[in-house]
């Protein structure tokens, strides 16, 4: 007998694991099935909802109100300031945009209180149709550069009141939009919602989205059992206005799930994070390509960056000796109110008017600038294949550093909580080596996913490799930003 008998009736511990993996078409029929579970338990989804609008009221409002910690001695688990600090900025926001690179935006379509309100509201408001000037595209991409710019000079993520003004007045915007237009829908969100634009550059490369077979949607099959239609309507009510028979991009979906089954056609299903990009077929839209190189990759980064940058250090001192020097004072006085500029003299930290005006030109300047630098591969990359390959304009060229700007604003995001978790006094040694480590894989899939395209599209090894040597710059202007912010700043 060979030794391969037995293996036939008792596989190994290698080939029984292999057979229980799910093959590929029945971990598709458990996702679509997933979809559907995920559709019939709206209820289920609703009170998710109302809970976490419950939280996130409280962990808002009630922190505002209480005494500013003293800088030792306060603990975030016995200090609600800043336990609610921890929770929003060091756990939160980081793990909506890991969510989004991995799930799509299950954040909004879930969890989100600001977009629920403002569906709720809509439901009861006047039900007017969003205008057209409502629905410039660029509006997002300017909502999240002015946030985040006021978040920097008023330190959102230091102080609550600055946390309250800015999310409690985003929440109220939000709910106004709905009270005015659209017919439980979420209007604040497609058009205006700060986080909107970052949002759908992210989903592009999510492995999970809903997918519309538009030729069985165009059948007009009926509604098969437990996949029924908008209650009491007959119509499916997408909250964030996609024309779901047409979606052939997850960026604008909020993975809500109440489209999935509809004419049997649309389901959630896998796909490879790479496939939006290098599909011809889906537009490369000129405002996500804006809001990846200017905003998520220009000003987030200069905002990210700009408290251990030693260039912006150099930059004050220098200002403020010829100041000193030439007797003007006015722009060393720290007299603005916190709402427009920090100011907690109890803590120590107040901005001067010429703090205030730097930190400005900084984020605005320097993220402008980088955007510019980022910019040129695209743009170059573009030009060299524009006989070759028209369908890589500079646009989809800018998508595919989509990988390098979810890295980006990760590595950023998470520099808060280790700087919380370091005043917890916790060691944390590893912290510099995941840094690199991700930051090197961020930039691997990102060439890998550019190489794709230009194989994809492009014929001609010097041409491949000239193109592929212009898309490295931008990569390599980033990994170099952030070794600087991680190894040498
Ligand atoms: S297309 Fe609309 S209804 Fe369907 S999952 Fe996305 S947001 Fe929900």
Redesign the pocket.
């Known amino acids: 007998m060979t030794q391969e008998t037995p293996l036939r009736f008792f596989p190994t511990n290698a080939a029984r694991s292999a057979s229980a993996l799910p093959s590929p078409r029945g971990l598709a029929r458990a996702l679509a099935g997933a979809g559907i579970f995920l559709r019939r338990h709206r209820g289920a989804i609703v009170a998710t909802q109302w809970c976490v609008v419950l939280f996130y009221s409280a962990l808002v409002v009630i922190p505002a109100f209480l005494p500013v910690p003293p800088r030792s001695g306060a603990h975030i688990l016995d200090n609600l300031r800043l336990f609610a600090q921890f929770v929003f900025w060091g756990l939160w926001w980081p793990g909506v945009m890991l969510a989004t690179v991995f799930l799509g935006r299950v954040w909004c379509?879930f969890f989100c209180p600001e977009g629920y309100l403002s569906e709720l509201a809509s439901r009861h408001g006047r039900g007017k149709a969003a205008p057209g000037w409502l629905k410039w595209p660029v509006w997002p991409f300017i909502a999240f550069v002015i946030t985040t710019v006021y978040g920097q000079l008023i330190s959102v993520y230091e102080y609550a009141e600055a946390a309250l003004l800015i999310l409690g007045g985003s929440t109220l915007a939000a709910v106004a939009i709905g009270l005015i237009y659209g017919r439980g829908r979420r209007v604040w969100c497609r058009y205006l919602c700060p986080a909107s634009g970052v949002f759908a550059v992210l989903a592009k490369i999510a492995p999970l989205h809903?997918k519309v077979d538009r030729v069985a949607w165009d059948r007009g099959q009926a509604p098969q059992s437990g996949e029924k239609e908008e209650a009491g309507t007959g119509k499916?009510?997408?909250?964030?206005l996609?024309d779901?028979r047409r979606?052939v991009s997850a960026s604008?979906?909020?993975?809500?799930?109440?489209?999935?089954g509809?004419h049997g056609a649309?389901r959630l299903a896998g796909r490879s994070p790479f496939s939006e990009i290098l599909d011809p077929d889906v537009p490369a839209r000129t405002t996500d390509a804006l809001t990846l190189l200017f905003g998520v990759l220009g000003v987030a980064t200069a905002a990210f960056q700009w408290t251990v940058s030693p260039w912006f250090l150099q930059l004050k001192i220098g200002i403020a000796t010829w100041l000193v020097e030439h007797d003007h004072f006015i722009l060393l006085e720290s007299n603005a109110p916190w709402w427009l500029l920090t100011h907690y003299p109890e803590r120590n930290d107040v901005f001067t008017w010429l703090d205030g005006l730097l930190v400005l030109g900084y984020l605005l300047g320097g993220g402008f600038l980088l955007g510019v630098g980022l910019c040129l591969g695209p743009l170059v990359a573009a030009w060299l294949v524009r006989r070759l390959a028209p369908v890589l304009n500079w646009q989809r060229f800018a998508l595919a550093l989509a990988p390098l700007g979810a890295t980006s604003v990760i590595l950023g995001l998470t520099m808060t909580t280790v700087t919380q978790l370091r005043g917890e006094l916790l060691p944390l040694p590893w912290v510099p080596h995941l840094r690199i480590a991700f930051l090197a894989a961020g930039c691997f899939v990102t060439l890998w996913l550019i190489l794709a395209l230009i194989r994809k599209h492009v014929s001609g090894a010097l041409v491949r490799m000239v193109t592929f040597g212009v898309m490295c710059l931008p990569v390599a202007l980033m990994a170099t930003l952030w070794s600087l912010a991680f190894l040498a700043w």
């Open positions: 379509g809903y499916l009510n997408c909250p964030p996609v779901v979606m604008d979906c909020h993975a809500c799930a109440r489209c999935a509809q649309v």
